[in-house]
């Protein structure tokens, strides 16, 4: 079982270029590499396949990385499932994780995240748990996502440390972490690995 996570950039034809395609190669090299791992298409289009217990936290980290500019949002479909081939293109890969992840994508309407596993009443389970957490994720500041992207990126760490690190208050850091709602995406987060266990 692995996790396939097929996504765009929203507004990418705004602004320029480099503000959203560097956060999200920057991003994307985190969880393996070009083009076996990931691939971008069709100009602001990508794929990534990862382990399934990283992949909700990796589209997060996506969300608060190309989130810390204004403009920018990304959609993303997140799929669950087998491998059936695997080619040193990501793009060129199939299988079930493949499939659902692409189906899932197509699906979205209004909202910008979704998964899609074997395993129907655990989707809609999760579902409406993410639905309930981009009522927040959605609504991130500039601020809001560098600090939430940098916490994810140094798990390790405490406010004090993140602090030092983005040269802010501790108070700045936890009052962000605070109405980035990091705490209960972790908590989501948590309960997403559980769930999938059982896969």
């Given at each position: 079982m692995i996790a396939v996570i097929t996504g765009d950039i929203v507004h990418s034809q705004k602004g320029e270029i480099q503000s959203w395609i560097k956060p999200l190669k920057q991003t994307l090299?985190?969880?393996?590499?070009?083009?076996k791992s990931w691939e971008l298409y069709r100009g602001d289009s990508f794929q990534l396949s990862l382990d399934i217990d990283q992949a909700l936290l990796a589209a997060i980290h996506l969300k608060a990385a190309i989130k810390q500019s204004k403009i920018y949002d990304v959609r993303m479909g997140i799929g669950l499932g087998a491998v059936k081939y695997l080619s040193p293109q990501i793009t060129e890969s199939n299988g079930t994780a493949y499939v659902n992840s692409g189906a899932c994508f197509d699906a979205l309407?209004?909202?910008?995240?979704a998964i899609q596993s074997p395993r129907p009443e655990l989707d809609e389970v999760l579902n409406i748990m993410i639905r309930l957490a981009l009522l927040t994720i959605d609504g991130w500041s500039q601020v809001v996502s560098?600090?939430?992207?940098?916490?994810?990126?140094?798990?390790?760490?405490?406010?004090k440390e993140l602090a030092q690190l983005l040269d802010k208050s501790q108070s700045n850091i936890s009052e962000a972490l605070q109405r980035g709602g990091y705490d209960e995406v972790m908590r989501m987060n948590a309960f997403y690995k559980k769930s999938i266990a059982q896969l």
């Open positions: 090299n985190q969880y393996g590499h070009e083009p309407k209004k909202e910008t995240l560098k600090v939430v992207k940098t916490a994810i990126e140094h798990p390790g760490k405490n406010q």
